[in-house]
């Protein structure tokens, strides 16, 4: 089964101010189809060919640089295509409030350990917020690595690479992380990875 470029959950210009139609136009139709063609390339005569997307990440890892790279940077933007969405911010749904506060002792402290993270990661990358060991985590990873990778279940993510932010931000990536909490992520979409993620860690 072919790997397919999704499309967009919301139009290119659903995002503006915070992100420009010409953002979407380059990250989603260029670098994210590159990743997809590469990755199903890649996959030609391989037995993780009919694997789930997830399967072939865990698998390829450390056994398969070029396949993993492609591979999990498809399933890397498609996570951040779902934590994203026009007029996002704002209030957290209850469960996952709850949730952070349990973990970090406030919603205001999660959210500036994830700003802390994306500005401190080198390079290229990703910041999370992912269920490992019962707690929600802040996790930095570099290049395509994802929580998967490392025992833990992803929840939400916000992309490091320089493509991601260049052209409306150009290097100030932590003006990028901030738009991204206050205006643009999907507290929804994180809220239904957690409870799924802590039903399947039951």
């Keep these: 089964m072919k790997l397919v470029l999704p499309d967009l959950p ?15 136009e380059y990250h989603h139709d260029k670098h994210h189809k590159a990743y ?4 199903n390339k890649l996959l030609e005569g391989n037995s993780l060919a009919s694997k789930p997307l997830e399967t072939i990440v865990k698998e390829s890892y450390g056994n398969n640089t070029a396949l993993f790279n492609n591979a999990a940077q498809h399933y890397n933007h498609c996570e951040y295509w779902r934590s994203l969405k026009a007029k996002g911010g704002g209030s957290i749904p209850g469960s996952l409030e709850k949730a952070l506060i349990d973990s970090f002792g406030s919603v205001a402290k999660a959210k500036e350990d994830l700003i802390k993270a994306g500005v401190g990661q080198f390079g290229s990358g990703w910041a999370w917020l992912a269920l490992k060991g019962g707690k929600v985590v802040v996790m930095a990873t570099s290049n395509a690595e994802n929580p998967l990778v490392h ?5 939400l ?4 690479w320089e493509h991601t932010y260049y052209i409306d931000y150009r290097n100030r990536r932590k003006d990028y992380l901030e738009a991204y909490l206050d205006h643009m992520v999907n507290w929804e979409y994180a809220a239904e990875r957690c409870l799924a993620a802590m039903k399947q860690a039951a």
Excluded: R
């Design 10 to 24: 919301f139009a290119y210009d659903a995002l503006q101010p915070y992100f420009s139609s010409e953002t979407f």
């Design 151 to 155: 025992g833990a279940s992803p929840i």
């Design 157 to 160: 993510t916000v992309d490091l």
């Design 36 to 39: 997809v063609d590469n990755a």
